[in-house]
């Protein structure tokens, strides 16, 4: 299957874990393809992975890597080097907070690197620096984040098995098909027809002060994942000692409040803009491109949107080989364009802003379609 190639890196370990669930074998008059899926795209796409192995593309630049952990250490240094210098007044307080904001938006496009094991060659060298970047430069679950994200890529967009939309119907409806279920069901839990409005003031600032921050305790706890709980106490122990002794104590929660506000809407913007905007539905089976295709796309590439979204610009071929490392993403890409065109898929690329825009267009729309299916005699 397309999708446990794309997930495992170590092939030989993780068929030692199936081999016990082996049932048998198909007959040769069976057909190995499922009736949903293309045939001939499947075959031209495992054709496409076998060049990209060939090519090196699965290969890291362990420099690169480097070089990124190595800025964001320098930014969080900064961030308190500059209130130990200057004080914490308004001015260096503003800069300290865009400092810390900056690495853990960096740190969190690090962590999803190593998160697809895309950093190191060896799996056991990418789960522990996973760790130091999630658990102790962050602060929340390393497993908690694999647990939620390897779902969101083997589903994208499908209700119920990607944990990324499950905000429909309970913040905001989403899609077009369940948008128009919903409103023939009757069912308003929120004033959807404007939820392009409060989206502002909602999910981008309070995803990670709220519910991220709640929900990786949550999970860490009840699934006893007690080393990334060690791991995660050392941020706060780090955070407090660092800062308190600059800040005075009823006040330290304000600064943990507010980057965690800024760098959410950061993530929330980056995030949703290659997902919300596009195709929203049951999962249909189909086939691994077929399926990423619909519910992804681009952002133009420069080196600002590079940066500025940890490479994720490259939604599609990042969907499409998950464990390959982001800065190989625009060398596949023109090979991606080809077998698009060659079966007919569309590859969406947009520039950043307007990516940001259709966010907001595709609530509005799905809004509107819920009000007039809810107010349809």
Same mark, same amino acid.
């Given at each position: ?159 119920? @098995?990607?944990? #990324? ?5 309970? $913040?905001? /409806?989403?899609?077009? =098909?369940? +948008? ?103 999962? @249909?089976?189909? #086939? ?5 295709? $619909?519910? /992804?796309?681009?952002? =133009?590439? +420069? ?75």
């Amino acid at each position: 299957q397309d999708a446990f190639v794309a997930f495992h890196t170590d092939k030989v370990l993780v068929s030692k874990y199936l081999k016990p669930l082996q049932i048998g074998e198909l007959a040769p008059d069976q057909p190995s393809i499922e009736p949903t899926k293309n045939e001939e795209l499947v075959k031209d796409f495992r054709e496409l992975r076998a060049t990209v192995e060939r090519m090196g593309l699965l290969e890291p630049n362990q420099l690169f890597f480097f070089l990124l952990l190595a800025h964001i250490l320098l930014l969080d240094t900064a961030a308190w080097l500059i209130l130990f210098c200057f004080g914490t007044s308004l001015l260096p307080f503003v800069f300290s907070l865009l400092m810390l904001t900056i690495s853990q938006v960096q740190a969190s496009w690090l962590q999803h690197d190593l998160g697809h094991l895309s950093v190191f060659r060896k799996t056991k060298w990418n789960h522990l620096l996973h760790k130091f970047v999630m658990c102790h430069l962050i602060g929340a679950s390393a497993k908690w984040w694999t647990l939620l994200h390897s779902q969101h890529h083997a589903k994208p967009n499908c209700l119920h @098995k990607d944990p #990324d939309i499950d905000m429909h119907p309970f $913040l905001f /409806t989403l899609g077009k =098909k369940f +948008s128009v279920e919903l409103g023939i069901k009757k069912k308003k839990y929120m004033p959807y027809n404007h939820q392009h409005k409060y989206f502002f003031i909602t999910l981008p600032p309070l995803l990670f002060p709220t519910y991220f921050h709640c929900h990786t305790f949550y999970i860490a706890y009840t699934k006893k994942y007690w080393a990334d709980l060690a791991w995660m106490l050392t941020f706060y122990i780090r955070f407090f000692y660092t800062y308190g002794s600059l800040l005075e104590t009823k006040i330290l929660n304000f600064p943990i409040s507010l980057h965690r506000m800024l760098e959410s809407s950061w993530f929330v913007w980056v995030s949703q803009m290659n997902h919300i905007p596009m195709d929203i539905d049951y999962d @249909k089976n189909l #086939d691994w491109m077929s399926s990423q295709l $619909l519910a /992804t796309c681009n952002v =133009k590439q +420069s080196l600002f949107n590079d940066w500025f979204t940890g490479h994720l610009n490259f939604q599609i071929e990042h969907h499409l080989f998950p464990s390959m490392p982001r800065h190989n993403y625009w060398k596949v890409a023109p090979l991606v364009k080809s077998l698009c065109a060659k079966h007919g898929l569309e590859y969406q690329c947009k520039p950043l802003l307007t990516a940001f825009a259709d966010i907001v267009h595709s609530l509005k729309n799905s809004g509107e379609l819920w009000l007039d299916a809810y107010l349809h005699k």
